[in-house]
């Protein structure tokens, strides 16, 4: 869920300004997953513009510390959220650590790189959320560690029912700045995208794996 949709708001008017949002749906964007995308958040731009930066920072930082109080530890999702996860562990003033989807095959083989001990409480943050399953790896490997997740926060979230179940399923929270939403309708305000585009936009995120692209 959002942490508030004024923030939700003005989050997605500054990742339209630094046009972190791409359209192309005549030659879509291939994701990890394989799925193709008419859209594509790239949200490492945020770390290249220092005042939205901080403001992801500060809304990031600021919802920590009132929901969950301050952590032992921040834990950033490599290697997206490595960026902004250091800046909101400055923020709060506390250690850092970032977290790779599988363990190094080679040198000290470590998956979680930084000081963690057994038995702390951390807060994940994250760049983005698709499918979920990138997040729930790095989730996996610092309960694996012992560590105690009190939840998630993400820079923004396509909010698919599988990336929900999979959230769910694990019993963890994630709240997020801004989400798919958000962006497309301040992007049709901003004439970023037209009534056209948006009913695409909105049809993709109904059964993204099997969208297929104009021809």
Request: glycine letters at 6%; proline letters at 5%; hydrophobic letters at 40%.
């Amino acid at each position: 869920m959002i942490i508030d949709e004024n923030i939700a708001d003005k989050a997605a008017e500054l990742l339209l300004q630094i046009n972190a949002i791409k359209l192309n749906s005549k030659n879509p964007f291939t994701w990890a997953s394989g799925w193709k995308s008419p859209i594509y958040c790239d949200n490492r731009l945020i770390l290249s513009y220092p005042p939205i930066r901080n403001f992801f920072r500060d809304e990031m930082g600021k919802f920590i510390d009132q929901h969950y109080g301050k952590p032992d530890l921040i834990a950033g999702v490599a290697t997206g959220a490595i960026g902004i996860g250091i800046l909101v562990a400055e923020f709060l003033g506390i250690p850092f650590v970032y977290v790779r989807p599988e363990p190094k095959d080679h040198g000290r083989k470590n998956q979680i790189e930084g000081h963690a001990e057994s038995g702390q409480s951390c807060v994940v943050i994250e760049d983005l959320i698709s499918t979920g399953k990138s997040s729930m790896l790095a989730v996996h490997a610092l309960k694996e560690s012992g560590i105690h997740i009190k939840g998630m926060v993400a820079v923004f979230s396509y909010e698919f029912e599988e990336s929900k179940q999979l959230f769910e399923e694990n019993h963890l929270d994630l709240f997020t700045i801004s989400n798919y939403d958000f962006v497309l309708q301040r992007a049709l305000k901003s004439d970023y995208i037209h009534a056209n585009e948006l009913l695409l936009l909105e049809e993709w995120k109904l059964n993204p794996q099997s969208w297929k692209p104009i021809s």
